[in-house]
């Protein structure tokens, strides 16, 4: 599906973007994936090679403008090109209501989820422009959607990364660049380890389905959005949530 394809994947070195960078390695790509975690990175690396694909592990913050810009020219310097972006890097930061929220907390998660989104978009375009060809899904949420109580910092970072989305997708429309959202709902990863015993009595009452979603389950819908059977698809949010937002 993604033969020949160079695929980049932020926050790959855990969760979805590991089990994404795995699924672009078994659907043809060659794979650049970053993370801030030296042994989980030789990790995954292991298992995308196991999956057959060739791939490049970068060590960088998305928060951090050098990191970003360093992180797309050692995929340019390696592979030659930029084909298919997973920008997914986020943290979900304290469960509190928005009163008892620090400054610093609302600093940190937006350098991550919003600032950190930017960056990578903004490079990755730099290269895809003079592609002229190349397509970008970016991790949202069900929060960039709707709503969750004591999470105001998050909802807020996954609603722009809805926003940069969309208004992203219109800019470069005709210039041969996709841009789409994924919004997982609950998916079974660390981070909502924070949910503890939690998670099983929230998946009972909340979710249609009954059960978390899996990394894979989200992995699969990103390898098809950068897949040419979602060519005429951009600009948009691709929800993968078992039926929480459709009740
Ligand atoms: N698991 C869920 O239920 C769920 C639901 C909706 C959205 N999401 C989103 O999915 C994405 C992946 O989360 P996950 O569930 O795989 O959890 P995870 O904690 O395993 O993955 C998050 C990854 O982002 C990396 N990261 C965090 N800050 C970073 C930074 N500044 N620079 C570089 N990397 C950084 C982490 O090291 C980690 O590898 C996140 O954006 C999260 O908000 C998750």
Do not use: W
């Not at 990790?43 to 913050?61: H, M, N, P, Q, Y």
């Not at 709902?185 to 009452?205: C, E, Q």
Request: hydrophobic share 45%.
């Amino acid at each position: 599906m993604l033969e020949n394809k160079v695929a980049l994947v932020t926050g790959g070195t855990s969760g979805i973007g590991r089990t994404t960078a795995i699924a672009f390695g078994a659907a043809g790509a060659k794979v650049v994936f970053s993370g801030r975690r030296d042994q989980e990175g030789e990790e995954t690396a292991a298992l995308i090679r196991d999956a057959g694909a060739e791939c490049l592990f970068v060590k960088s913050d998305v928060s951090s403008e050098a990191d970003v810009n360093a992180l797309v020219q050692k995929t340019i310097s390696t592979y030659g090109k930029l084909d298919c972006a997973f920008n997914n890097a986020g943290i979900v930061g304290t469960n509190k209501p928005l009163h008892e929220q620090s400054v610093e907390e609302f600093d940190k998660l937006l350098a991550t989820n919003v600032r950190g989104l930017f960056l990578c978009m903004k490079y990755e375009i730099q290269q895809m422009l003079t592609q002229g060809s190349g397509v970008i899904v970016n991790t949202s949420s069900t929060s960039g959607l709707i709503a969750i109580a004591g999470m105001s910092f998050y909802v807020a970072s996954k609603h722009a990364v809805m926003g940069l989305t969309r208004a992203a997708a219109l800019d470069y429309a005709k210039q041969g660049i996709r841009i789409n959202a994924v919004n997982p709902g609950l998916i079974d990863t660390a981070i909502n380890d924070h949910m503890g015993s939690g998670s099983a009595s929230h998946v009972a009452n909340r979710v249609p389905m009954g059960r978390m979603g899996r990394a894979a389950e989200v992995a699969q819908t990103v390898v098809f959005l950068c897949s040419d059977a979602a060519s005429y698809i951009t600009g948009q949010p691709l929800v993968i949530d078992g039926g929480v937002t459709a009740t």
